[in-house]
Structures are given as structure tokens and as C-alpha cells.
């Protein structure tokens, strides 16, 4: 099969991940990506092309979509896959039915684009272009019934993943063990919910707490709290470094989305995947995808995060147990990108 990912492109874990599973699938993929079109070393052009990329109008968006267009007709693929179609307006997805009846446009968008806390010039392309894709793949259950008010065809369920080439156990060596052995790591964006709170919570009680993620974001924030201040500065990592902070820790938290409504997150399916312990803010949806005491753990309020981080803290063979069922479970049920998109083909 003959498939055309379309996104940003800048991530290895979105829509790049997708276009390498494909191709691993043995179907002939090509990739078509806008964030090139958003650079100049020029500072003044740079910021010019900012404010497009930003507010998804310009003469930029116009080439991003003429671009995508064109090569449609030229590759004529029989699935395009546009993961978080902020970009792409409806008349691009009109043209190219027109001129390829037989081809199937599916989209994903791991953001909620239904979410009131989004600004409403984000998704105004996407949520347009809803009524014009065959397939509209859902991260989350609520969205289901979203797209379908907004006049999707066809609508299904769709859970991130895990990437075994990236999310795996690594044993530390002694410089790494320095930089990432801790009892609880925290990785993820800074939102104005409960995480910081929480954070605070784990250090007050004497855990040896680390924290990674978007450096703008965090460093703002921790050097104004008291308690959490030492760990400043707050760093972004990827890849196998990821990984490592993973594996360093006894325990790794998981918060969720509030801004998008999350019952779950990709990091969800990370974390087990590492072999590390995961301790997850509480949802209904998590106890569907995870036995909880068994193979992951959940908590509902700051008492019973701390109480439970205290029982697996002192008890390491309780501990491995659930992080090791955790990984049994990730590995052996569908989670990562390979079944992911298995599940998208089945729908073409």
C-alpha cells in the first residue's frame, strides 16, 4: 500500500514514529512535513514566519497546503495519514479527493481539540476539515462523540504507544547514575493543575524527587517554590536519555492533561515499558487499560500518592513485581507503534 504522513514533523515520537512504522509494515511510505517551511536565519523573516505558524494564516500556510497538494497527485497514495492537521484546510482535502477519489484520508490528533482551554485559533483548519476526512481516529473516548457532533464520517478509537527502539529498560552506567537515580521521577510538561502541588508533596516527605521537561515552562515556576527550587534548573530530555531518567527511578509519576481532558497519556505505556513502576493520577479509563496494584498504581489525592510511594518505596520486591507485570502487559497486548498502526490499516 502506498501511504502519505502528513505533520509538523519535528517529533520522532509522533508523526515521524508513524511513517517509520509503516514502513516496517512493508507498505511504500513517503513523508510530507511543515515545520521546514518556518525557519530564517534571518530574525526578522524568522518572526514574520512565526506569527503564521502560530495564528494559521499567511502566504506559508498557502505553500504548505499548494505543497501537499501536489504531491498527492504526483505520489497518488492510497491512504494519507495526517496526524494533527492543524495546517491543512478543508479545500486541500476537497482537491485531493476530487482528483483521487480512491484514496483514504484518516486523521489523529493526540491534542483536544475540543478542550475550551485551547486558544480558538488553534484547531479552526482541523475542526473544518473534520466533515471531509473518511476516518477520524480519536486519542481519547470523549472525543468520539466530538468529532461525530462536528460531522465526521467514520470515527474510532486510537491510543498512543510506545516505541521499543526508543522506550526501553537501560542499565545505567556510573556517570548516568548520578544524573538520574532517584525514588520518583516526574517528565512532562508544567499546567496550572495539581502537578506542582503534588511535586512539592513528594520532596516535603523526603523522597529524592526529579523533574524533566520543557525548560520555559518549568524553570519559572520551580525557582518561585521553596521546596522545589534546588532542582533548578528543569531540562528537556529525549530519546535513550529519556529512558535512562525512567530507569533510574524506583518509581515514575504520571500526571494528566487537564487542558486536554486526558484520562491517560502516552506516558502511560512508556513508563511500564522501561520495566520502571508506574504510580498514575487515577482515572476510570486507566483502570481498563491496567490492573491497578498489579501491574501499575494509582492514586486520587496527595495522601494516598505519598502513602503508596512510602509502600513501594520500602518494599522492593512489591515494587518489581507490579513494574515487571506493567512491562509484560505493554509488551504483550498491542501497545506499541507496530500493532498501532496494524489497527489503522485494518480500517482502509
Wanted: hydrophobic share 40%; aromatic share 14%.
Amino acid at each position: 500500500m502506498k501511504i502519505l504522513v502528513v505533520g509538523d514533523g519535528h517529533s520522532a515520537i509522533h508523526e515521524v514514529a508513524v511513517a517509520n512504522a509503516f514502513k516496517k509494515l512493508g507498505h511504500d511510505v513517503k513523508s510530507f512535513h511543515w515545520h521546514k517551511h518556518f525557519y530564517s536565519v534571518n530574525p526578522l523573516i524568522y518572526q514574520w514566519y512565526k506569527l503564521q505558524n502560530k495564528f494559521l494564516v499567511g502566504p506559508i500556510i498557502n505553500k504548505i497546503n499548494y505543497e501537499l497538494f501536489e504531491l498527492a497527485l504526483i505520489f497518488k497514495p492510497n491512504m494519507i495519514f495526517i496526524y494533527r492537521g492543524t495546517h491543512i484546510v478543508s479545500n486541500t482535502l476537497i482537491e485531493i479527493k476530487r482528483h483521487l477519489p480512491n484514496c483514504k484520508i484518516f486523521g489523529y490528533n493526540n491534542d483536544d481539540p475540543f478542550s475550551d482551554k485551547h486558544p480558538f485559533y488553534l484547531w479552526r483548519h482541523f475542526i473544518k476539515c473534520i466533515p471531509f476526512y473518511d476516518l477520524i481516529f480519536a486519542y481519547r473516548h470523549q472525543n468520539l462523540d466530538d468529532f461525530k457532533k462536528k460531522g465526521a464520517n467514520r470515527v474510532a478509537l486510537l491510543r498512543s504507544w510506545f516505541i521499543p527502539e526508543i522506550n526501553f529498560p537501560v542499565y545505567l552506567l556510573k556517570e548516568d547514575k548520578i544524573k538520574y537515580t532517584s525514588d520518583v521521577v516526574f517528565i512532562g510538561h508544567y499546567e496550572k493543575d495539581i502537578r506542582l502541588e503534588y511535586l512539592e508533596e513528594i520532596v516535603k516527605a523526603g523522597y529524592n524527587l526529579k523533574i524533566f521537561g520543557p525548560p520555559y515552562e518549568w524553570n519559572r515556576v520551580i525557582l518561585k517554590s521553596k521546596i522545589l527550587k534546588h532542582l533548578y534548573p528543569i531540562n528537556l530530555i529525549w530519546n535513550v536519555e529519556y529512558s535512562k531518567a525512567i530507569s533510574g527511578a524506583k518509581i515514575a509519576i504520571c500526571f494528566f492533561s487537564k487542558l486536554n481532558r486526558d484520562t491517560y497519556t502516552r506516558r502511560c505505556f512508556e513508563i511500564p515499558a522501561t520495566r520502571t513502576m508506574l504510580l498514575s493520577e487515577y482515572s476510570q479509563d486507566m483502570t481498563v487499560i491496567f490492573k491497578q496494584g498489579a501491574e501499575v498504581e494509582l492514586f486520587k489525592s496527595k495522601e494516598e500518592m505519598i502513602k503508596k510511594i512510602k509502600l513501594y518505596l520500602e518494599n522492593d520486591d512489591l515494587r518489581l513485581k507490579v513494574a515487571i507485570k506493567g512491562y509484560q502487559k505493554v509488551i504483550n497486548n498491542g501497545y506499541d507503534i507496530l500493532s498501532r498502526m496494524k489497527e489503522v490499516i485494518k480500517h482502509c
